[in-house]
Every structure is written in structure tokens, then in C-alpha cells.
């Protein structure tokens, strides 16, 4: 994630919890250094972002309590379904786009006051969905494949077939097709000239290329 992007997403982050969170659990979050996290925060210091820091059990990093929240009028039980079906699509490794996701949840809890997001939790509590878990994707790859489809970029990656040869390819994707068990791709292969699809678990690289 660009520093850019990760600057939205950790304001947006902060913005959906109004307790405190500490260095070590936002770098663990965005996949960065502690040391990375206090230049972000002190980033959107500099941006105007009202930010404070507790010491102490249960302390960390928050928002000043009188930050006016974005123009969003989410009630509870709509954020909630939200935030559970989003958790839920997560977990059962039904969407690549994990990391978009992530942050889109952290905006709909953000848009909710400090008792909406308590009565939030109590839902959330609540609520549980059950599935079969999709094929495992490698981190580096959902992260390529996200990257260009949102871009859409081609995408340079190395496939193994059902039987386990491997080749490399070239490919646009034109459809994201998410099953129940399993993620495919419907993609022009550049190579081949021709459309056809690749199941996301199959994919053991990924790269995004130049612009299409």
C-alpha cells in the first residue's frame, strides 16, 4: 500500500475506533514498522488531524472526542449487517480484494458516533455466518490481482494447472467470478490471443504490468 492510500486508511481506521489502539497493533494492521506508524501519525498531525495518545492499561492512540464525523447516517443495525457480511466474505476467503474491504468496513464504523458503535458491537456480537472457506491465496498475489483489477492493468503471473505444470502468462482480467469454494479469473490471455479462466489459488505470482 502507497503511503498515500495507508495515510487515508489509518485516518479512516482511527476514525472507527473511538478507544485507543497502539503503535504495535496499527503496524501490525498495515504491514509496517512501529517506527513506520509514529512518521504516519505524526503525518496526520501536521494534516490537522486531532490525534492524542493515553498512557497506561487500555491507553494508545485516538481521536479528540469532539472530531466531527463524515457526512455518513449509517443507524447501527445497517452497519452492523455490513460489517458482518464483510467480516464473513473475509473469512471465507470469498473476496480477493481483502485489503479494500478492510478499509471500506473501516469507514462504515467510522461514520457511526461513540453509542452507535458500542450498539454496533452488541449486533456484531450477535451475528454469526457460517461457510466453507475458499482456496488459500497467497498474500502477494490478492494484493497484485487487486491492484490491477482496480487499476485495470494486465497482469504478468505464473499458473500451475490441475496437472501442476507451470507456465507464465500475460493476462487482462475482464471478470471476477467469486463460487463458494473458489475464486476464478475469466481473463484475455494475451499470449493465446483468446479468454479463458484461472482459479485465483492457482496462482503462485503475480505482477501487475503498465497501464492498459
Not at 504491514?31 to 492499561?57: C, F, K, M
Not at 471500506?104 to 449486533?123: C, S, Y
Amino acid at each position: 500500500m502507497r503511503r498515500q492510500s495507508r495515510l487515508f486508511a489509518l485516518a479512516d481506521y482511527l476514525r472507527g475506533r473511538r478507544t485507543g489502539v497502539t503503535a504495535e497493533q496499527l503496524a501490525e494492521r498495515f504491514h509496517v514498522t512501529v517506527r513506520t506508524i509514529y512518521r504516519d501519525l505524526d503525518s496526520l498531525r501536521d494534516a490537522a488531524l486531532p490525534l492524542e495518545a493515553e498512557r497506561g492499561p487500555g491507553g494508545g492512540y485516538a481521536l479528540s472526542r469532539g472530531y466531527t464525523l463524515p457526512p455518513l447516517n449509517f443507524t447501527p443495525r445497517e452497519a452492523a449487517l455490513l460489517v458482518v457480511l464483510g467480516r464473513w466474505a473475509r473469512e471465507m476467503r470469498l473476496v480477493p480484494f481483502a485489503e479494500t474491504l478492510e478499509t471500506a468496513l473501516d469507514k462504515v464504523r467510522g461514520a457511526l458516533d461513540t453509542p452507535a458503535q458500542r450498539e454496533l458491537l452488541r449486533q456484531v456480537d450477535g451475528l454469526q455466518l457460517i461457510g466453507i472457506p475458499g482456496a488459500q491465496v497467497s498474500r502477494p498475489v490478492a494484493r497484485a490481482v487487486e491492484e490491477a483489477w482496480f487499476a485495470g492493468t494486465p497482469l504478468r503471473i505464473t499458473y500451475r494447472d490441475s496437472n501442476g505444470a507451470r507456465s507464465e502468462r500475460t493476462i487482462e482480467i475482464v471478470t471476477v467470478l467469486m463460487e463458494r469454494s473458489q475464486t476464478v479469473l475469466v481473463c484475455k490471455d494475451r499470449e493465446k490471443n483468446e479468454q479463458r479462466s484461472f482459479r485465483l489459488d492457482r496462482i503462485e505470482a503475480a505482477s501487475p504490468l503498465g497501464q492498459s
